[in-house]
């Protein structure tokens, strides 16, 4: 079955970088974009890019361009986005969710199961 | 950027009530909306696509609809495993609604 799995929890002190990774299995991995969202403790869920693992490319939410990047290795099948300059409000767990479509209609189905980021002195 | 805004963002009701959520985009989006389902600790469940197209394996009690700006997402009568927080999202841009609690009441 289609199966994304994260890293585990992470803390970090502010002014750190964080890499988190999403193992993806049951599927050509290739074949379907890859998006990551967050959410803050207590939040709701805020996208913050997207990555095509066959070539590479992304695209990232103006909010965290700058701060974020998203990379992919094909031979494990794992895409990873690494956070710079942490601060506390990005304490927050952070999903990755695989792209489906039909037609021009796309969604996020399934889920990693989510990593939390701490960010704290 | 497309704001999405859903009403109410809490809700309490019983268990075999019918309920409806509301969704509102801030500019046209045609039918690229989804809804999804989160419980406490879990990661989100997709419920609906394209605005009203039933994912497969959800409960035919939850319905989704509407076009352009307006959609709605209902459930016919509550099941005790309903009570969550319902998002949707849009997939031109991605953005997601600020969710609404759905609490027993």
């Known amino acids: 079955q289609v199966q994304l799995v994260q890293s585990g929890a992470e803390v970090k002190k502010p002014g750190a970088s964080v890499k988190v990774s999403c193992k993806a299995s049951?599927?050509?991995?290739?074949?379907?974009?890859m998006h990551w969202v967050r959410q803050a403790p207590g939040q709701g869920l805020e996208w913050m890019g997207i990555?095509?693992?066959?070539?590479?490319?992304?695209s990232y939410a103006q909010k965290f361009q700058g701060r974020v990047t998203m990379t992919r290795d094909t031979s494990t099948s794992t895409v990873y986005m690494e956070l710079s300059s942490l601060r506390s409000e990005d304490t927050a767990v952070y999903y990755c969710?695989?792209?489906?479509?039909?037609?021009?209609?796309?969604?996020?189905?399934?889920w990693g199961q989510g990593t939390l980021v701490t960010v704290s002195s | 950027d497309i704001q999405m805004t859903q009403s109410p963002s809490s809700l309490s009701a019983s268990v075999g009530d019918r309920v409806t959520i509301t969704c509102r985009a801030s500019?046209?989006?045609?039918?690229?909306l989804n809804w999804y389902q989160q419980k406490p600790g879990k990661a989100p469940k997709l419920l609906i696509y394209?605005?009203?197209s039933l994912q497969s394996g959800v409960p035919s009690r939850f319905s989704g609809s509407g076009s352009g700006t307006d959609f709605t997402l209902t459930i016919s009568s509550l099941q005790p495993e309903d009570f969550a927080t319902y998002y949707c999202?849009?997939?031109?841009?991605?953005?997601f609604g600020q969710g609404t609690k759905l609490e027993i009441k």
């Open positions: 999202q849009q997939s031109y841009s991605n953005s």
């Open positions: 990555i095509n693992p066959s070539g590479g490319s992304t």
């Open positions: 500019q046209s989006i045609s039918s690229y």
């Open positions: 049951g599927y050509t991995f290739t074949s379907y974009y």
């Open positions: 394209a605005a009203s």
């Open positions: 969710a695989r792209v489906n479509s039909l037609n021009t209609y796309n969604w996020f189905d399934p």
